[in-house]
């Protein structure tokens, strides 16, 4: 859509010992190196700390898209949220434990192309490219605080220290 476009960084790698997951990259690089995508698809090569680093704390959305029960940890969405970027995701591990309303958005995981173009198109770049007098999105900022307020609550250290010592190590002593 030319006048609310969308452009779709892809950066991650995939196990040394997962063939499968290399081939699959290396199809997604051939692909989206045809000219169709030139501006639109950019895969960003050399994943590691320091690329991640950067990512969290620049990208507008976090799309996430692990299969059911094979989702690693899910820290990468974690961090993300944590600066405030917005979840686009598929439902698998600490993300089946939110309520998304004004938070982010989850992809059907039965027709998940058809519901990721579909949120992309309807819900999530009408909501972006809508800018209030002051030229940005009310809805969107409140969005985005309430990522941080989830992580910071929900999925933070101290949370998890809490639950160590109230739910484990209290019944023990």
Aim: a negative charge.
């Amino acid at each position: 859509n030319t006048e609310r476009p969308i452009q779709i960084l892809i950066a991650g790698k995939s196990h040394p010992k997962d063939t499968i997951g290399k081939q699959l990259l290396q199809k997604i690089n051939q692909s989206f190196s045809e000219d169709f995508f030139k501006d639109r698809v950019e895969v960003i090569p050399g994943y590691n700390w320091q690329l991640a680093r950067r990512i969290v704390s620049g990208t507008d959305i976090w799309l996430n898209t692990p299969y059911r029960s094979e989702e690693a940890c899910g820290t990468s969405g974690m961090k993300a949220a944590a600066n405030g970027v917005i979840q686009f995701t598929t439902l698998d591990g600490w993300t089946d434990e939110v309520d998304w309303y004004k938070i982010g958005w989850v992809i059907d995981e039965n027709d998940p192309s058809t519901s990721l173009y579909n949120y992309l198109e309807n819900n999530i770049a009408p909501l972006y490219y809508s800018k209030n007098d002051q030229g940005f999105n009310e809805d969107w900022v409140i969005m985005m605080k309430n990522s941080i307020k989830l992580i910071l609550k929900d999925f933070s250290s101290e949370r998890m220290l809490d639950d160590y010592l109230t739910k484990i190590y209290n019944r023990v002593i």
